[in-house]
């Protein structure tokens, strides 16, 4: 039997951009995607402190090193930039691999989305 697990999660990091007229997703700097385990086109849900809205998209690569998270599409209309967010990804597992499955969780600096060391 497969479950759905956490596999990997950004936790609060600042949007820095809201791009309305986009064809959707979400930009994350490429540093972040790294220590986060993400790929590009990856499904992931992204979830708004602010406001509490939370959407599925999926990730665009960003510029490594710049700390950009950028809201494209109808998705600027919830999240704008300031507002703090949680990225989170999941993955299907074999429920008994999943008792010793461990996610992958970051904690960026969120005045500069900068990974802390």
């Known amino acids: ?3 759905g697990v956490l596999k990997s999660k950004i936790h609060c990091v600042t949007v820095t951009q809201a791009e309305l007229d986009y064809i959707g997703s979400i930009t994350i700097d490429e540093d972040l995607m ?3 385990d993400l790929i590009e086109n ?3 849900h992204v979830l708004n402190k602010r406001n509490g809205e939370r959407i599925i998209t999926y ?3 960003g510029k490594r090193g710049s700390g950009i998270i950028c809201l ?3 998705a600027a209309l919830k999240f704008t930039p300031g507002d703090v967010v949680i990225i989170i990804s999941y993955t299907w597992i074999d429920k008994n691999e999943a008792k010793n499955f461990r996610p992958k969780i970051i ?3 969120t ?3 900068k990974l802390i060391k």
Do not use: H, Y
């Open 107 to 109: 904690f960026p600096d």
């Open 111 to 113: 005045s500069t989305n």
């Open 59 to 61: 990730v665009i690569k």
């Open 34 to 36: 790294d220590a986060a």
């Open 42 to 44: 990856e499904q992931v």
């Open 1 to 3: 039997m497969l479950i």
């Open 72 to 74: 494209n599409g109808p």
